[in-house]
């Protein structure tokens, strides 16, 4: 059974699929695995039989979440009944750590309420992708550590930071999957793109939350730059209906493309990029793109966060790095005046990009060999019984 919310995690477990069929000892097995849960379009491709159209829900931040508290309850309960009836051996829940977190816990707990009269089915739980307790609630780490037998780490710092704090939590750094996304394309687009004007690229974000609060500032400070000189504007969005949102938003930089996907070949012609924090930095990361990171939540979810967060940066290349790479704005301090001026000192320093490139490099060869979802189905298939 396989639990996905996002796009996202859509991809990672529809990938992990793929490398569990195709994987030796599953060829050897009498009867093929079945596959069911919850997901999106890319894993009902790779073949899981969808009882619930999840990734359709997808929210970020507390505001959100409320807002749809009975209808996640719902989903919930289904899939629980769901798991009860149909007893699978390995539950995988892929990143969502809200609902999957406490998915898992609901799962350990009817198993240890019924322990000793009869109940035989005692499934293992995998979380692929750790939550990132690392940068608040830290103690939801021993919460991991009492209902999930394997933790498919991502980054490679995790395994030694859960290691001081939940030593009883099985974890295994399997590699980044954007590796295996990019590895093969990366250098070839390169040398396809070699733009004469600069690109600045912006991802605003993959959820129309994201795109309402963050395309304002984007627009105008991609206006501010304009200004300064010749560069070429390219927006790269997930959907075809976030493109028209953006579109109606757009009539005062007639000269900006916006396009649905093709997120590769943007950033391999990028110059510089403004992209929200999130998984989109590692990407410009990965391409070795300079790029600006901006955040702006609800303010409710931004209180919240103030009193909990605990870490110095919000971009993963930042984290991993240990330091500010990527210059980054968040809430009130990604204001247009902001990002653009940090924006114009990359595009008119070449001297600045060749520095920031450099540091990419170490960062992205830290993120593992190509081959993640391979290691991450071999460990899930070493929980089964011999």
């Known amino acids: 059974m396989l639990i996905a919310g996002e796009a996202s995690g859509d991809l990672l477990a529809a990938v992990l699929v793929k490398a569990l069929k195709q994987s030796p000892e599953t060829r050897a097995m009498p009867f093929p695995p079945e596959f069911f849960g919850a997901g999106g379009a890319r894993m009902a491709e790779a073949g899981v039989e969808l009882a619930v159209s999840l990734t ?7 505001a959100d979440a409320l807002k749809r508290y009975w209808q996640f309850k719902r989903i919930f309960d289904r899939l629980l009944q769901l798991a009860l009836e149909r007893e699978p051996d390995i539950i995988i829940c ?5 609902f999957n977190r406490r998915f898992a ?44 037998d394997l933790l498919l780490s ?20 399997v590699g980044h999957p954007i590796v295996d996304r990019y590895a093969s394309l990366r250098d070839k687009l390169r040398a396809k793109w070699a733009p004469v004007t600069p690109v600045l690229l912006l991802l605003p974000g993959s959820r129309e939350s994201e795109l309402k609060r963050h395309l304002p ?14 560069v070429f504007l390219r927006m790269v969005l997930p959907t075809e209906r976030m493109a028209e949102l953006a579109k109606s938003q757009t009539t005062s930089l007639p000269r900006l493309q916006v396009q649905v996907g093709n997120l590769a070949d943007s950033l391999a012609a990028a110059t510089v990029a403004i992209a929200s924090t999130g998984t989109v930095t590692l990407e410009c990361a990965y391409f070795g793109v300079p790029t600006v990171a901006i955040y702006k939540a609800a303010w409710s979810d931004y209180l919240i966060a103030c009193q909990i967060v605990q870490v110095k940066h919000l971009a993963m ?11 980054e704005f968040i809430q009130h301090k990604a204001t247009p005046d902001n990002i653009s001026r940090a924006a114009l000192n990359l595009l008119n320093h070449p001297e600045r990009r060749s520095a ?31």
């Open 217 to 230: 500032v984007m627009l105008a400070a991609a206006q501010r730059i304009q200004s300064q000189g010749s």
């Open 105 to 148: 816990g609901a799962i350990k707990k009817h198993i240890r309420a019924r322990r000793g009269i009869f109940l035989n089915w005692d499934p293992k739980i995998v979380q692929y992708v750790s939550p990132q307790v690392w940068a608040s609630r830290p103690g939801r780490a021993h919460q991991l550590e009492r209902d999930v």
């Open 56 to 62: 359709k829900y997808s929210v970020i931040g507390l």
């Open 94 to 98: 892929v990143d969502f750590s809200g």
């Open 317 to 327: 290349p930042n984290l991993l790095a240990a330091e500010e790479i990527y210059p």
């Open 154 to 173: 991502i980054f490679p710092f995790e395994k030694e930071w859960y290691a001081r704090r939940a030593p009883g939590l099985r974890v295994e750094f």
């Open 356 to 386: 920031v490139k450099a540091r990419l490099a170490e960062v992205t060869q830290s993120l593992g060999e190509p081959g993640a979802s391979q290691r991450a189905a071999m460990a899930i298939l070493q929980l089964l019984p011999a």
